[in-house]
């Protein structure tokens, strides 16, 4: 999970397999699992407005009623996912892609070098973006990981490290071909991917990525920014921590926003517009 904004120490070539049309719920066909090479346009695409739940902490509660749950990737295993695939669920694997976590099982496989300074989270560092050669095959374990437990989408953290103290010398054209990195990795593997915050760069990757998560956008003056992906017919999951909902949904349900009052732990708890 990204550190909100205030509390940070502070053009696109498109995938062909972005063709598919949007839904907000299980097909029959699932797409490819196991290994299975994706064909093109097989990924789920969720669409503008799908109801979601997003939990990252405590104890999992599946008895939220909505189509989409967004729960961490390492911390759960197949038979959860299933499980969730069973109540007619879509299940998006959360992992961090622009930070290293210390607590992570392969946190070991990440040299000292490609690891920076704190992103505001404890335990969290910004990783060296640039070194494809070293991060990429780490990346690709970890969505091997997704893909065999039975996700069917990607929410890939961390993804704007360009405009946050990282240690590193990381420029947008770094971002931008780090971010197309994850979404072919994701794609190449039947699942779809989320474009994490990264506002100024939407226009350049909306065709990439299949959706958006959006943090606190309406506590900045942003959610407009959102729209590139709305047009498209692509979802936007969009999270509150310190504003009432009275004070965004009703902007919220005007861009066809997927919004929720959270709170910073990511628990069960949720507030929906």
Known sequence: MRHPTALLPLVALLLAGCS?????GPRDDDGPRNGA?????TWWRPAPGVGWQWQLSGRLDTS??????DIDGF????ATVAGLHDDGRR?????STGAWEDWRPDAKKFPASVIGEGNGWKGERWLDIRRTDVLEPLLAARLDMCRDKGF???EPDNMDGYRNTTGFPIGAADQLRYNRLVARLAHERGMSVGLKNDLDQIPALVGDFDFAVNEQCAQYGECADLTPFVEAGK???HVEYELPTSAFCADSRRLKLSSLLKKYELGAWREAC
Do not use: E
């Open 152 to 154: 069917d989408a990607v």
């Open 75 to 78: 911390d759960h295993d197949a």
């Open 235 to 237: 979802a936007v999951f």
């Open 37 to 41: 090479t994706a064909t093109a346009g």
């Open 91 to 95: 299940v998006v694997c959360y992992l």
């Open 20 to 24: 598919a049309a949007p839904d907000d």
């Open 64 to 69: 939220v009623d909505v189509p989409v749950y």
